[in-house]
């Protein structure tokens, strides 16, 4: 089995920075797309910004320009480090990596959040 596992939330003031972590474990034998997705109460999960194996990177708008997407191949890990947050950016935080266990087998996988609390 495929672990994500997310760090680096918590609760800043506006206009305050925050670094996530999410690092990759188990049975892995390559990974490719990576990404960082958000969940607001009562609105659906949306698209952060992501990271592919090659290093291209997309961002959502409400994002661009104030967050960067990171890698670290070696250790499995994809970082995003936001700035001038806001309070609209409250939402729990979920990594999702493609996780390739064999060659052949892929799996999409997901961690179990962690949550960025903005107050203004």
């Known amino acids: 089995q495929v672990q994500l596992v997310e760090s680096g939330g918590g609760l800043v003031q506006a206009g305050g920075s925050l670094r996530l972590s999410c690092a990759a474990s188990g049975s892995i034998f390559r990974i490719n797309n990576m990404g960082w997705y958000r969940q607001a109460p009562g609105k659906q999960r949306e698209l952060v910004a992501t990271i592919t194996g090659g290093g291209d990177t997309n961002y959502s708008d409400s994002v661009k320009g104030r967050s960067t997407i990171s890698r670290d191949n070696a250790k499995n890990t994809v970082y995003l480090q936001m700035n001038s947050l806001q309070p609209e950016d409250t939402a729990v935080y979920y990594c999702?990596?493609?996780?390739?266990?064999?060659?052949?087998?892929?799996?999409?996988?997901w961690g179990q959040g962690t949550q960025v609390t903005v107050s203004s």
């Open positions: 999702n990596a493609e996780v390739l266990v064999t060659i052949l087998r892929k799996y999409n996988c």
